[in-house]
């Protein structure tokens, strides 16, 4: 198997870059997506677990003529966790792996879950049009993801809520009650609150955001990421300042301008670094 250490990487979030949210891969992307892994790896970045990402993108790697196993990285919550390809089990296995409340310890990340479930209750009592569904919270090893309709609602909830989330800011409320109890606990600088997608919010341990994939590639002659939640509280904000906006970090509107910004700007540019 060829050493690929020395290609670029080029880094994608998942849901509203390379998918529809938490719906499977834009199929028009795998053309694209295997004509940029001739001269890069690729990496999926994303807020979501594995599974999720397995669900969702599996077809890259799955589809006769897809991207290379070997050149494929798999970096759920944040790039804390790293998935490789292992040809011996013929499966993705995890490689690297942090543990959210080994690091914070116990009694803080109990108290962080207390805190969440009392500002949502507190919410929903004084705002009836938020239609809640179940799994609220979802611990994730190295996150913790909060979701105020809960995971287990239908695409047709998840689609109200955004609508209502946009007119109300119901996430930016929860994020500001969130971090002022945190403050007050004096763990304002040592936890992170993001929106995560667009339906929850993502908790995790200062530093720990998506910069954190980068450390896996330090030796890489270009580094690239594509993302849609790159301004504001949005959980790709803080990898793409710290790449080169409009160089080497971009902002997509969803799928397809994904597509046309692998077409018109990362295959050459990886290219030149190959």
Same mark, same amino acid.
């Given at each position: 198997?060829n050493?690929?250490?020395?290609y670029?990487?080029?880094l994608?979030d998942?849901d509203g870059t390379?998918t529809p949210? !938490?719906k #499977?891969?834009?199929?028009?992307?795998?053309?694209?997506? %295997?004509?940029l892994? &001739?001269?890069a790896?690729?990496?999926?970045?994303?807020?979501s677990p594995f599974?999720y990402?397995e669900q969702?993108?599996s077809?890259?790697?799955t589809t006769?003529?897809?991207?290379?196993?070997n050149a494929?990285?798999?970096?759920p919550?944040?790039?804390?966790?790293?998935?490789r390809?292992?040809?011996t089990?013929?499966?993705?296995?995890?490689?690297v792996?942090?543990n959210?409340?080994?690091?914070?310890g116990?009694?803080v990340f109990?108290?962080?879950?207390r805190?969440c479930?009392?500002i949502l209750?507190?919410?929903?009592?004084?705002?009836?049009?938020?239609?809640?569904?179940?799994?609220?919270l979802s611990?994730?090893g190295?996150m913790l993801?909060w979701?105020?309709i809960g995971?287990?609602?239908s695409?047709?909830? !998840?689609? #109200?809520?955004v609508s209502?989330?946009?007119d109300?800011? %119901?996430?930016f409320? &929860?994020?500001?009650?969130?971090?002022?109890?945190?403050?007050?606990?004096g763990?304002?600088?040592a936890i992170?609150?993001?929106?995560?997608?667009?339906t929850?919010?993502d908790?995790?341990?200062?530093?720990?955001?998506?910069?954190?994939?980068l450390?896996h590639f330090?030796?890489r002659?270009?580094?690239t990421?594509v993302?849609?939640?790159c301004?504001e509280?949005?959980?790709d904000?803080?990898?793409?300042?710290?790449?080169?906006?409009?160089?080497?970090?971009?902002?997509t509107?969803?799928?397809e301008?994904t597509?046309i910004?692998?077409?018109?700007?990362l295959?050459?540019?990886?290219?030149?670094h190959h």
């Amino acid at each position: 198997m060829n050493d690929r250490t020395n290609y670029p990487i080029c880094l994608f979030d998942m849901d509203g870059t390379l998918t529809p949210a !938490r719906k #499977k891969l834009d199929r028009r992307l795998l053309a694209d997506m %295997c004509q940029l892994a &001739l001269h890069a790896d690729v990496g999926i970045v994303s807020g979501s677990p594995f599974e999720y990402i397995e669900q969702q993108c599996s077809e890259l790697w799955t589809t006769i003529g897809g991207i290379p196993t070997n050149a494929l990285y798999i970096l759920p919550c944040n790039g804390t966790q790293v998935y490789r390809f292992d040809h011996t089990v013929g499966e993705f296995t995890r490689t690297v792996n942090n543990n959210m409340i080994e690091h914070l310890g116990s009694g803080v990340f109990q108290n962080l879950v207390r805190h969440c479930v009392d500002i949502l209750s507190e919410y929903a009592l004084k705002n009836d049009e938020l239609h809640m569904t179940g799994n609220f919270l979802s611990y994730r090893g190295s996150m913790l993801n909060w979701c105020p309709i809960g995971r287990d609602s239908s695409h047709e909830q !998840r689609s #109200k809520f955004v609508s209502y989330d946009r007119d109300r800011e %119901c996430r930016f409320y &929860l994020r500001k009650r969130l971090m002022r109890r945190l403050h007050k606990d004096g763990l304002g600088k040592a936890i992170v609150c993001t929106l995560g997608g667009n339906t929850s919010l993502d908790i995790y341990p200062s530093g720990w955001d998506k910069t954190f994939a980068l450390d896996h590639f330090t030796t890489r002659p270009l580094k690239t990421f594509v993302g849609d939640k790159c301004v504001e509280e949005g959980n790709d904000r803080t990898i793409y300042e710290a790449l080169d906006p409009e160089r080497t970090s971009f902002m997509t509107s969803g799928p397809e301008e994904t597509r046309i910004i692998i077409t018109t700007k990362l295959v050459q540019a990886v290219a030149l670094h190959h």
